[in-house]
């Protein structure tokens, strides 16, 4: 009965959980963003998947399936959400389907693992005391920018995902908006064989990116606006 939201690998195998593991072992539904991606997954542990009812879940039909996979719940059987990489919810589906749960009565059981969001700033050597997650941005330009002016005054590090493709046209709006000094770091293929950090300023970054194309999945990190301290901006006051 319960609805377990599994994080998986966004790369390298070997980040996966034993209680993850355990509980592909055990649900009879897998609710998949990519069912491919959740057969391998499966295979690559020597998890049979008979008797499993493994269906799609994905942006293009979660409004329908939902409240399937909600009625399943409330007759009983066990669900578990898994994205074709890293924590559901997290830019993936899965929100619907939670709250349909929680409003049903039924447990919600996290199985925590690998996220790229908390990878990428763990390394980025930008600061870590205070961030924000704004998943991938709007493709309208107008959209975009609406979102990037109302972060630029922050002073949370800003995390964003990215295709490589987008980068370097994303790229030049976060140099105008943030400025071209803004400390940044782009990540690049996490916990994979060519994973990447490029930590520079984001006018370094851009003309980077701009000479040379980008693969793989990509996390890109702003710092946030710094403050002088009230130490610093207060007249001096002789005795």
């Known amino acids: 009965m319960p609805l377990y939201l599994i994080a998986t690998p966004i790369g390298n195998l070997g980040d996966i959980s ?24 499966y ?5 049979s998947a008979d008797g499993k009812q493994i ?13 399937r996979l ?12 898994v994205s074709e990489g890293g924590t559901p919810l997290l830019s993936d589906p899965g929100f619907r389907l939670v709250r349909a749960a929680i409003e049903a009565g039924i447990p919600v059981i996290p ?3 690998a996220n790229a969001a908390v990878t990428a700033l763990c390394a980025s050597g930008l600061p870590v005391h205070g961030f924000i997650f704004r998943g991938f941005l709007p493709k309208k330009p107008g ?7 109302s972060l630029k005054e922050r002073e949370e590090t800003l995390i964003f995902y990215e295709s490589p493709q987008r980068v370097p046209k994303v790229l030049p709006e976060f140099v105008e908006i943030f400025g071209a000094a803004r400390p940044a770091c782009l990540a ?8 990447t950090f490029l930590r520079m300023p984001l006018s370094e970054l851009n003309e980077h990116v701009q000479r040379q194309p ?22 001096e006051v002789e005795d």
């Open 188 to 195: 690049r293929e996490l916990t994979k064989v060519h994973e």
């Open 55 to 67: 269906v799609a879940y994905g942006e293009h039909n979660e409004v329908g399936m939902a409240p």
């Open 70 to 81: 909600a009625e399943q719940l409330r007759a009983g059987l066990d669900v578990a959400v």
């Open 214 to 235: 980008l693969k793989g999945e990509c996390t890109l990190l702003v710092a946030g606006v710094t403050r002088q301290s009230a130490a610093d901006t207060e007249p």
């Open 143 to 149: 959209a975009r920018r609406r979102i990037l002016e």
């Open 111 to 113: 199985i925590p693992g």
């Open 18 to 41: 034993q209680r993850a593991l355990d509980t592909l072992k055990s649900v009879s539904i897998i609710a998949a963003e990519d069912t491919r991606s959740a057969r391998r997954l």
């Open 43 to 47: 295979s690559a542990f020597n998890i």
